[in-house]
């Protein structure tokens, strides 16, 4: 692939960042709460490991939220009516998202809580 080709791959994965960013609902709660959590990070001085942590769990649920938008933008692409395993698929995306945030959580709560205590 030429250069001109990568630089415009790069172009379509930045305007799908900004959009899942700009109108994902969801996304944007996520978006926020990882800002707070960086936030958080630099005032509590995390070590390099931590940060390590943290930026795999931001990365993680900002990424199962990409994958859940497309999901469901494809759903209503190929199954505009209500259809049971469309609703299923819908779920299912929705629920990967779901595990990413409460593991994300888990991990914020064992390295955040013994510096705040």
Same mark, same amino acid.
């Given at each position: 692939?030429?250069?001109?080709?990568?630089?415009?791959?790069?172009?379509?994965?930045?305007?799908?960042?900004?959009?899942?960013?700009?109108?994902?609902?969801n996304?944007r709660?996520?978006t926020?709460?990882?800002?707070? !959590?960086?936030?958080?990070?630099?005032? $509590?001085?995390?070590? %390099?490991? &931590?940060?390590?942590?943290?930026?795999?769990? =931001?990365?993680?649920v900002?990424a199962?939220?990409?994958?859940?938008?497309?999901?469901?933008?494809?759903?209503?692409l !190929?199954?505009?009516?209500?259809?049971? $395993?469309?609703?299923? %698929?819908k &779920?299912?995306?929705?629920?990967?998202?779901? =595990?990413t945030?409460?593991?994300?959580?888990?991990?914020?709560?064992v390295?955040?809580?013994?510096?705040?205590?």
């Open positions: 692939m030429g250069i001109k080709k990568r630089i415009k791959s790069f172009g379509y994965a930045w305007r799908g960042l900004s959009g899942l960013i700009l109108k994902e609902t996304a709660i996520h926020a709460a990882a800002i707070l !959590v960086v936030i958080c990070g630099f005032i $509590l001085d995390l070590s %390099a490991s &931590d940060w390590c942590l943290v930026v795999l769990c =931001i990365g993680s900002l199962a939220e990409g994958f859940n938008a497309a999901i469901e933008k494809l759903v209503d !190929v199954s505009p009516d209500y259809h049971p $395993l469309a609703g299923k %698929a &779920d299912i995306a929705a629920g990967a998202v779901l =595990i945030a409460i593991a994300a959580a888990i991990v914020g709560f390295i955040f809580i013994p510096k705040i205590s």
